[in-house]
Nanobody, 124 residues
């Protein structure tokens, strides 16, 4: 089992920045590839970013590419999502997820463990 706890969400003006954190505990953190997803009201949960087990590979949704950066700190068992140049359409609940597989994952069904989510609101 892996337990995930997100933090760092909040209210920010358009053009601002936030850094989300996801602290992992339980099963060895280094065995899991990680991902960030988001869900806006009335919409499906969508892929945002993913990072491999080793941290050597990552990928992003087109809508956030160039603005968001995913990273992981093995000493702290934490994965981060640095979000810059935020837009009102980035408003959503952001979820951290872990998958048993080693490679990148793009769909919610590819992930085995989920955090409770953290709200990000971007005002115009």
């Amino acid at each position: 089992q892996v337990q995930l706890v997100e933090s760092g969400g909040g209210l920010v003006q358009a053009g601002g920045s936030l850094r989300l954190s996801c602290a992992a505990s339980g099963r060895t953190f280094s065995t899991n590839a990680m991902g960030w997803f988001r869900q806006a009201p009335g919409k499906d949960r969508e892929f945002v970013a993913t990072i491999s087990r080793t941290g050597g590979s990552s990928d992003y949704a087109d809508s956030v590419k160039g603005r968001f950066t995913i990273s992981r700190d093995f000493a702290k068992n934490t994965v981060y999502l640095q979000m810059n140049s935020l837009k009102p359409e980035d408003t959503a609940v952001y979820y951290c997820a872990a998958r048993a597989g080693y490679g990148l994952g793009y769909g919610p069904s590819e992930y085995d463990y989920w955090g409770q989510g953290t709200q990000v609101t971007v005002s115009s």
